[in-house]
């Protein structure tokens, strides 16, 4: 037997370690689809329980939207469940091929090539474009998929401090005799709801000679006026090298990504792109769905104008209510306790009042950022949102920390 | 001698890691990985310069978390490394 008991304890050690330090995570069980109110078995054998859900990355509220389940069943129907095959074998169907084609039209870039996740795409993009005699050069909080993707690449890694210009500029200088240089953001910062500054990247790249690359995931579908994603929010359409982004989120929520972007970068993933070759073809029945995603959000405009509705009543309502909240526009709307421990207790709280948002604490956001991170759907109705404002009022009433700012909450839970 | 290299480290920690407003203080001891001013990924950074300042090539395998802690314990590395 090669599972020896060296190995067992060795494993056991470490979950021991991940929960003694108040890091292990548990699933809970959704009973419901995804959507606004959901159906929760939390802990494990417990009676469910029905909770109004701010957590989830369906942004559109598009997860089960009828029609997107429709479409779903109907690709199921005519292009079958399964293609048991990488793309370039006998993975490619034609609605692969229109998916695609409605990527690019729909994000105005030459050219798209799906992935099997947006993961998969980061993990892509880096060690196909660049090479040693390159430099890549990332904002400090990029997702952790881009960090991964950059590792698989031999160009040289550098990094700025987040959102800061003046430092990326410091180090476009200094790789000046670099072959190709990348300048590499997320659109979004998914802890943060911070918008990274696209048109001054844009600047910067053009002026050192620099390609951009930004991850959309959190954007595609509903930051700009007609949802596009943050290089039409930053009014760069056009400019963007590489938009690597998913289908799992805004886009009807179920799986797979893709690069858009230049015509030569997407064709040479197509022959290079490891991820691609070696994994298999998204399944047809995302893929017809997500066509009647993009058909949805390229005919109307509703869904992202609720959803930015929504996100600025509720970070008006939260804000008058005294609750510590990250400025911004985006859905994503970090409440910041400071402390994990109060984090993990106002979330436990909440899910006592019906509310289902999650505690972040480090080592996922920086030490002493404890937050509850709050996302806001097109599928919230009014009434959803109040009954958070009004749970949110109601616990940090009991927590004595509404009206407090960084330095007292501190001051009162500590780091 | 190594009291001006630990300065030198202290002040690239402090402008390549904190914001311009920021209060914290960085010494000799400060935890650096630990306390979160240098995550593992923002360490490239620190790794390149020390290498480029010292005229040196530090092994992924040496260049650790628990090796670029402090200061005091990148000082450590450095002598295993270059006569300093």
Redesign the interface.
Known sequence: MSYAEKARSHYNNELTTIRGAGLFKEERFIKSPQMARIRVEYPVGAPSQEVLNFCANNYLGLSSHPEVVEAAHKGLDSHGYGLSSVRFICGTQDIHAELEKKLTEFLETEDTILFPSCMEANAALFEVCLDKDDAMIADRLVHASIVDGMRLSKAQLYNYKHLNMEHLEEKLQETQSCRFRMIITDGVFSMDGDIAPLEKICELGDKYDAMVMVDDSHSTGFLGKQGKGTHEHCGVLGRIDAITTTLGKALGGAAGGCISGRKGIVDLCRQRARPYLFSNTVPPVVVAASIKVIDLISKSTAGRNKLEENTKYFREKMTQAGLDIRPGVHPIVPVMLYNAKLAQDVSRDLYEEGIYAIGFFFPVVPQGQARIRVQISADHEREHLDKAIAAFTKIGAKYSILGKKKDEIIAMYGM | MADDIKKMIIDYVKKE?L?EDSDQQVTEDTKLIS??IV?S??M??LK?FLEKKFQIKIPDEKATPEAFDSVNSIINLLKELTPL
């Open positions: 890691y914001d306390s979160g995550d990924f923002s490239v950074s390149m």
